[in-house]
C-alpha cells in the first residue's frame, strides 16, 4: 500500500519534483481516507489542522448559510492549507459530492514538510492566490474595473526589498488579485498614516513579507499591528531570514514555519 500512496503522490502536481526518499517519507505520514458521497470532511469556522489531498471522487467547497459553492475540486486537488498557513478558521465548508478516496496530511507534518521544501510554497501560492479570489468573490475572473474599485491584499514591506515586493505584486496580478501596495512613500503629511490605516481596513488580507528590514521597522510594525487590531488575514511571506534578535509580532511568529517562502 505504500508504494501505491509513494506513485500516487509522485503524480500530484505539488509533490512531482520531490526526490523520491522525500516521497516516501511523506508516504508514512499520509492517511487515507475512503469516504461515501455527502460525508462532511470539515465546516467553516472549525479549526484548520489538516491538509487534503484527492485520489478519486470529487469534494465541494462552499458556504452553508450561502448554500453556495465555491469550487468543485477532483483528482489530483488539494485543499485545506490556507487554514494551515494562517492557523485560523477553516473559511469554508468542505463535502464530498461523490465517493471519494483522499489522503490526509496533519498540520506538524505539513509544517515539516514545508520547512525542508521552499520551493513547494510558491507553488503553493498560486493555489492560495486563486482561492483568495474565488473567498472574496465569484470566483471568476477579475474584469479592469472590478480591480481597480476594489482592493484585495494589504502589502507590507520595507523599501529595501522593493524589487522583490514588485515580482511578488506582480504574481498577485496574474491570477486576479488587487494589491495596495505604497512604492514611492507616501509623503509624511498629517493624513500618511490615514491613507495606510484605511488602505488595510478595506484590504481582504494583509501580506508581510519578512525580512531582517521589515522586522526592524516601525512603520511595518504598526501596520502589522493595525492589520491584527481590523481582524484582518495575515499572510508572512519569508523573503530573507530574519537575525537573531529581529523583533515579530506574536501573530506573525506564532505561524511557526507555515508562512510562504516566495523565491523568484
Known sequence: MAETIHDTLKKIALFSELPDDMIAQLAGKVEERNLPAGEILFHEGDEGDTLFFILSGVVEIYHAKEGKVLDRLSEGDYFGEMALV????????????????????????????????????????????????????????????????????????????????????????????????????????????????????????????????SLNSDVCRREVQTAVDNHKRLIPILHKEPQKGDPMHDKISSHNGACLAWRF
Open 86 to 213: 494562517e492557523e485560523k478558521p477553516r473559511s469554508a465548508s468542505a463535502r464530498t459530492s461523490q465517493e471519494t478516496s483522499l489522503l490526509r496530511l496533519c498540520r506538524p507534518d505539513f509544517k515539516e514538510l514545508l520547512e525542508k521544501n521552499p520551493g513547494l510554497a510558491m507553488k503553493m501560492a498560486n493555489v492560495i492566490s486563486a482561492r483568495l479570489r474565488t473567498f472574496m468573490g465569484t470566483g471568476q475572473p477579475v474584469s479592469a474595473a472590478q480591480q481597480e474599485s476594489t482592493i484585495k491584499v494589504f502589502i507590507s514591506y520595507s523599501r529595501r526589498d522593493k524589487e522583490f515586493v514588485q515580482k511578488f505584486h506582480n504574481a498577485l496580478s496574474t491570477v486576479g488579485i488587487n494589491t495596495w501596495v505604497d512604492w514611492e512613500n507616501i509623503p509624511l503629511t498629517a493624513d500618511w498614516w490615514n491613507e495606510i490605516r484605511l488602505g488595510i481596513e478595506n484590504a481582504d488580507a494583509f501580506a508581510f513579507v519578512i525580512s531582517p528590514d
